[in-house]
């Protein structure tokens, strides 16, 4: 009798077990207006897609951002991205990230550039109202200028920093910044957030972007900015 009770309960606890270990996803999607000043001067068109998978040992995230915006029939703004990070857990706060990301932007004088990088990550802050990451680790760069095709290659340090504090309930500010240092150019780019849930699922988002780049192909300005106003679905 015993043995037959031990047997129930191994089959209703294992798969709650199995259940409980399984790795969770979750993510968001953006759409809006976004005003941009730099290169271009123009009302776009903004979409960004991210989603995450939280597992035991290893998380993966994946975003993608699409800009584009049209003025009298012709095309003045086109620029799109990818990162994929896989976070290597060590313990609560400490971790591997391995980060690689491609920026394919019209008018900014390159065709793509890309960056791959190891870094040393550590959780300085985990509670219910704010999470603070500090990476940092080697790199390495390729660019492809659009006018020559030359290819620019070289080694990078790069640093990050990402701080999501919840304000108060459905109100939450974020910041991410990242530093992708050369000896023959540096980039460094920030995101500063308010976001604000309208109901359920739906939020509304203010953004504003910076990205400099030190050495840039002639035509071009160093820096890009962008204020964007988006609707947030999450899931």
Known sequence: ????????????????????????????????????????????????????????????????????????????????????????????????????????????????????????GYRV????????NLEAGPGYRRDKLKESDEIQEEAIGRLALSYDWQIREGVSFIENFTAEIGSDNSIYKSETGLQSQLSGSLASKLTYKVKHVEEVPEGTENTDTEFGVTLVYSF
């Open 125 to 132: 802050l985990k509670n219910d109202t704010m999470e603070l």
């Open 1 to 120: 009798m015993l043995r037959k009770h031990a047997l129930v309960a191994a089959i209703v606890i294992a798969p709650t077990a199995a259940m409980a270990a399984e790795p969770s996803w979750d993510g968001a999607a953006e759409l809006g207006t976004i005003f941009t000043s730099g290169n271009t001067d123009t009302q776009s068109i903004n979409a960004n897609f991210m989603a995450k998978r939280t597992g035991e040992v290893w998380d993966t995230t994946l975003k993608l951002e699409a800009l584009t915006s049209e003025e009298d029939g012709v095309k003045s703004k086109e620029k799109y991205s990818a990162l994929t990070q896989f976070d290597r857990n060590f313990t609560e706060h400490s971790y591997m990230a391995i980060v690689a990301q491609q920026e394919r932007a019209r008018f900014s004088g390159y065709t793509y550039q890309s960056t791959v990088s190891v870094n040393y």
